[in-house]
């Protein structure tokens, strides 16, 4: 009876340690609001602008910053952060959730739609070409025909260029 009543009182004990709640302190010198800011990222994958958090569709969206950052430099280089995009350089075959093309034919329709600035073309190639010309690249996984027509089978892939802008900037790279 005495080992009942030293069981039940350590494991009311314990349950109310485990049930406090701990909150993480911003660092010193910084505010809270300046930890828990999230940039909105404006992606066109249903033809108009809208947050990424808001369109319906599973997108995978690679800014030219993002780009830099982590440092993609190819769309072979993208198959590492996009679930279920696959890329092969040697034949160029591009595909998503496992539905690509797979004869080696060219003129074969790809089962994955490539837009460069709402222009369908045939290669993948250019979704990674360097970030000094392309703003953003959207991967648009899942059938997508509705909105990009009969070779959106596997998904869509949407390349973005950089636009100018209002204030005249210059830059220089060098490898």
Request: glycine share 8%; no cysteine; charged share 20%.
């Amino acid at each position: 009876m005495k080992f009942k009543h030293h069981l039940m009182l350590s494991s009311a004990l314990l349950a109310s340690a485990i049930g406090t709640s701990a909150f993480a302190q911003p660092r010193t010198g910084t505010s809270a609001a300046a930890t828990n800011t999230i940039e909105e990222l404006v992606i066109t994958a249903e033809k108009r602008e809208q947050s990424l958090q808001d369109v319906p569709v599973a997108v995978t969206a690679f800014t030219d910053a993002k780009r830099e950052l982590v440092g993609i430099n190819s769309i072979q280089d993208m198959t590492n952060f996009t679930p279920g995009l696959e890329y092969n350089s040697s034949t160029d075959r591009i595909s998503l959730r496992g539905v690509g093309r797979q004869t080696n034919v060219l003129s074969a329709d790809a089962s994955v739609a490539n837009y460069n600035d709402g222009i369908y073309e045939t290669f993948a190639v250019q979704a990674g070409r360097s970030t000094l010309f392309l703003d953003r690249v959207e991967i648009l996984r899942g059938p997508q025909g509705t909105l990009y027509g009969r070779n959106a089978i596997g998904g869509a892939i949407n390349e973005i260029s950089k636009r100018p802008t209002e204030q005249p900037y210059g830059e220089i790279r060098m490898t």
